[in-house]
């Protein structure tokens, strides 16, 4: 530059020193921030090496609400697809208070020492949790977070059940394809979440305290029978024999519910986080599960047909969104049910009436 | 007409006498047969005056696949609309040999004796009985049928559960119209009626045998959580002792379920159809629990979503109906299912694909 400009014709005097740039870093985060964004094979040979930035952004983008980002995450989840599946998928729910965190915490620990990798999800999303939880999972899980073999992603803040319990999905397969072979599916089990829990893990863990009256139990009536293991926590100090005598009355109550399709007799267990009692017990029920229904048939059909009921979960979502999102819908929908509330038009002839509406502005 | 022959330029000799037609009634049926039909004030005001065979006309209209029928049905029940809602509706389930219709015989007789109109319906189509049902339930409620009071319809013969139960609830609106105070709707429990008839009615009472194996018992798991009160049948002779303990048991089963929305503590009672023991507090049970939700608003707001449950669920069945009946999908269907269930392509591709056949088809 210096010698091109000598020998110019405009002459240029040498003026002062450029002042140095404030921040010294500047340019290498700018750098950084041009790196050529990640391309599909990118992130599939990321996740498939058991990198978990990338996974990490992979969900992020999976998460995303831009057309462009949830395609490129679609083709990362068709791409992972074949390389998913060999994991245990665990459902846990358990009303606040009740001690999930701190018993994720210990039946983790010990089941990455055991040499498995594991992945904590959550389905609720945030707007619908209980208050307390707005920092997180992950502040509450310290010992876990710090355990390189696992890895806990806390649920999306946004999104109705339906998308949230979706993409919970589609990172179970992410997840299983970066090497992951344990999942849990954590839910407060206040909600509605518990059936889409249900429907995509291999194995319902219900967490109950003892002696709690049923305000404090909280959880909605359908989940108990629902459950494979109840775990009743915090059966340590003054609250151990309480917990055993709940163990004894939830063990009779079960044997009166009607038998479960997998064969397996739903057990009633106690622990405690605290004095990591119990805690191996619970791991060795699942194991036991998971052994009893391989082989008889139905851990296998079970996911074949949770896999086919998302299909049909997926359709159904999007026909019925589409058509309450559709403009001249939501112009008379509100009216039609309040006609209906007040026993004006029966149930039938109002959903007549505002489907016809609907597949007649399709036509336009 | 003889004088009208013999003034004739074409005589005619008379001949032998015409034999007398084989049916001497078959004039009078004929005529019957060309009655006019009823038009829809007919219908409305015989369903109104309580006219039976009216109303048992209508039923059928309603349950008929001829689209001027159920466009007539339809009319009907739209007029018949403001003057339902007055009854109770009660859900009754149990398995085979739990002795339903007994039960039925013994509680409806007694409700009938306190002046109440009882209507009898059934919500599981004849094709998903078990066996042994063939005869319809008329058959083992012979009292009841010729009980003035009472009014039994059994379950149409064909059609999908959801159809049925469309229809199953608006007979009810029909019967509530013909004055008929107490309506039961009864299923096996074995199929997924249980979560229809639910949705239906006030107050769903489960039948279940003493001691009994699970084998035996055979109802769904989630049902139980579903009752206000089960009642253990055939408390007699030998049974007694077992069903009383039976009682007991279930009653310390039920206070561990979480509490109902409808403030009501779920109950166990025995009860013997055969010693009409019992059978008398459980419709105590039923006034009380009518008596406590009426004041508590719960029966008034149950009924209103309800109303606006079936809207929807009229709504979206029918936008699934026309996506799984389209040609398009039919074709693609069980190709891309079996995809999904290979591992070859995610449900939610899967799914994305069959929409996007479906509305390109829709566009032309």
């Known amino acids: 530059m210096e010698d091109n400009e000598s020998k110019s ?47 990490s952004q992979a969900i992020t983008l999976l998460e995303s609400s831009l057309p462009e980002h949830s395609e490129l995450a679609q083709q990362i989840i068709e791409k992972c697809l074949p390389y998913s599946g060999k994991s245990v998928r665990l459902g846990i729910t358990g009303v606040p208070g009740v001690g999930k965190s701190t018993f994720i915490e210990a039946i983790g620990g010990q089941i990455t020492a055991l040499g498995h990798q594991l ?22 899980m310290e010992t876990l977070c710090a355990d390189p073999k696992a890895f806990i992603r806390p649920s999306p803040s946004s999104g109705s059940l339906g998308g949230v319990a979706r993409k ?64 009743i926590t915090k059966a340590d100090g003054v609250n151990a024999t309480k917990a055993k005598s709940a163990k004894i009355e939830y063990q009779s109550a079960l044997m009166l519910f009607p038998a479960t399709e997998s064969g397996w007799s739903p057990k009633v267990e106690t622990c405690s986080s605290l004095d990591n009692a119990g805690i ?29 009921y998302w299909m049909i979960e997926a359709i159904n979502s999007r026909l019925m969104r589409n058509f309450y999102n559709s403009r001249e819908v939501k112009a008379n929908l509100e009216l039609l049910e309040q006609q209906v509330l007040d026993d004006k038009i029966s149930s039938f002839a109002a959903a007549s009436k505002l489907l016809s509406i609907y597949y007649n502005s399709e036509k336009h």
């Not at 404030?22 to 992130?43: C, F």
């Open 119 to 140: 992945a904590v999800l959550a389905i609720d999303p945030s707007s619908e949790r209980s208050k307390g939880s707005i920092l997180g999972d992950k502040t509450r």
């Open 280 to 308: 191996m017990n619970i791991w060795e029920n699942i194991e036991s599960y998971v052994a009893l229904t391989q082989e008889n048939g139905y851990f296998h059909n079970r996911r074949k047909d949770q896999a086919r």
């Open 9 to 55: 014709a405009l002459s240029v005097n040498s003026g002062v020193e450029q002042p140095p740039i404030v921040n010294p870093n500047a340019l290498a985060q700018i750098k950084r921030k041009k790196r050529k964004p990640l391309t599909l094979d990118d992130y599939v040979e990321g996740i498939l090496a058991g990198n978990r930035t990338i996974l």
């Open 168 to 231: 919970t999905r589609e990172t179970i397969i992410l997840c299983e394809a970066a090497g992951f072979d344990v999942i849990f599916i954590e839910t407060v089990g206040v909600g509605q979440s518990e059936t889409a829990v249900h429907s995509m893990v291999d194995f319902f863990l219900l967490l109950m305290l003892a002696g709690a009256g049923d305000e404090l139990q909280g959880i909605k009536r359908g989940i108990m029978e629902m459950a494979d293991l109840i775990a």
